[in-house]
Each structure stands twice: as structure tokens, then as C-alpha cells.
């Protein structure tokens, strides 16, 4: 089956450790993208890419840092300068041709302690 | 800044009742398409219905359809007999240009909660 899978569900972290979330999509879409949800606040993206070995900053890149090494593939690590990287990530992926819907995983629920 | 706003942080409804969802952007876009999204408690995010915005005819999908009036920016979204399993936050989502000019940023509003009691 066709899909976006983001591991793992759930993570738990030190303060001041890196830690890298999972994307991967067989959905051979060019542009990949990372949300970061928390209540009230929507979808605010922070990293994306439309093709690999490119990506582009978006509205919160602060204390990220992203890697586009394979098309299926769309690492996002959350960096120690990230002053508050508890939240909920979502990735998701676009066919680039018009019209097309953005494909979501399940996401991953970072906390940091 | 292009921004999506929904004015409406909660909402509930009775089963079977209609309820709608507003939602604005502002895109500086030529061509774009519109989304709803839906997001369970579940937290996976399900597109409901899209809107092409040269197209003067609403967008429906089922009990799901769209009251899209482009000069005012505005696109709201009507669920009609309401069901239980409707329950979940909608996001309203307008592209936003890229690096190259292309639509290939979605900008999402903050969210309604909709609620469906039996």
C-alpha cells in the first residue's frame, strides 16, 4: 500500500539531545514537507523540499535542520537550540502537478524533559 | 504574509443538523485550489474537499460542500446531516508561493474544533 510512514509514534527526550523523526513516502511524490501542530496554533511549516537535494526554510525552521539525500526519504532533527521542540510533527508529501492534495503520515509526538 | 484564518476556534452541532465552518485567505496566487482538511481524534490529517478557484461551481463531496466566494476570499465548508464520526478539528488550507513561484506551500489556519452531540 501507497503511503507517507512517520516513526516513531511517540519519543521521549533529554534536554539538550538532538533527535531526528523519521519520514518515509512510496508515493514517488516530489515535495515533501514538515508541520509542527500545537494546540491553537494549526499547521506551521518548517522545513520543505520539492525536489531531493533541495529544501527551503518555512515559517519555524528556528533549531531545525532537514536532509533530502533520497526522494523517498525526509528527515527532520530537532536541534538543542530548538527552545521548546515539544510538540506534535507532522510530515507529508505532494504529487507537484496542479490541483494535487498533500498526503499526511500519523505524525510523532515528540516530548522533551 | 499570506494567512489563513479561521474565526472560529469551537463548534458544536446536533446529529443530523447542518453546521458551517468559515474560513478566509489571502493568497497572491492566479490559479490556485482551496483544501478542508479533517483531523480526528485519531490526529491523521483527511483531506475532505478541494475547490479549484477558477471553477464558479461549489465544490461538494458527499454531505461535505463549499460556499467559495473568491472576490471575498472566503471559503467556507457545510457538512449537512452531521454524524457522530464528523467529529474532529478542520483545517482550512490556501498554497502559498514557493521559492520558485510555484504553489508548492500549503499555509494552514489554526483549526476548528467541531463537535457533533447525539
Known amino acids: 500500500d501507497g503511503g507517507i510512514t512517520q516513526s516513531p509514534k511517540y519519543l521521549f527526550r533529554k534536554e539538550g539531545q538532538n533527535v531526528t523523526l523519521s519520514c518515509e513516502q512510496n508515493?514517488?511524490?516530489?515535495?515533501m514537507y514538515w508541520y509542527r501542530q500545537d494546540p491553537g496554533q494549526g499547521l506551521r511549516l518548517i522545513y520543505y523540499?520539492?525536489?531531493?537535494?533541495?529544501?527551503q526554510k518555512g515559517d519555524i525552521a528556528e533549531g531545525y535542520s532537514v536532509s533530502r539525500e533520497k526522494k523517498e526519504s525526509f528527515p527532520l532533527t530537532v536541534t538543542s537550540a530548538q527552545k521548546n521542540p515539544t510538540a506534535f510533527y507532522l510530515c507529508?508529501?505532494?504529487?507537484?502537478?496542479?490541483?494535487?492534495?498533500?498526503?499526511f503520515g500519523q505524525g510523532t509526538r515528540l516530548t522533551v524533559v | 504574509a499570506q494567512t489563513v484564518t479561521q474565526s472560529q476556534p469551537e463548534m458544536s452541532v446536533q446529529e443530523a443538523e447542518t453546521v458551517t465552518l468559515s474560513c478566509t485567505y489571502d493568497t497572491s496566487e492566479s490559479n490556485y485550489y482551496l483544501f478542508w482538511y479533517k483531523q480526528p481524534p485519531s490526529r491523521q490529517m483527511i483531506l475532505v474537499i478541494r475547490q479549484e478557484a477558477y471553477k464558479q461551481q461549489n465544490a461538494t463531496e458527499n454531505r461535505f460542500s463549499v460556499n467559495f466566494q473568491k472576490a471575498a476570499k472566503s471559503f467556507s465548508l457545510k457538512i449537512s446531516d452531521s454524524q457522530l464520526g464528523d467529529t474532529a478539528m478542520y483545517f482550512c488550507?490556501?498554497?502559498?508561493?514557493?521559492?520558485?513561484?510555484?504553489?508548492?506551500?500549503?499555509?494552514f489556519g489554526k483549526g476548528t474544533l467541531l463537535t457533533v452531540n447525539p
Open positions: 523540499s520539492q525536489i531531493v537535494n533541495d529544501f
Open positions: 488550507a490556501s498554497p502559498t508561493s514557493g521559492s520558485g513561484g510555484s504553489n508548492y506551500k500549503l499555509t
Open positions: 508515493l514517488n511524490h516530489d515535495a
Open positions: 507529508a508529501s505532494k504529487d507537484t502537478g496542479e490541483g494535487r492534495e498533500a498526503f
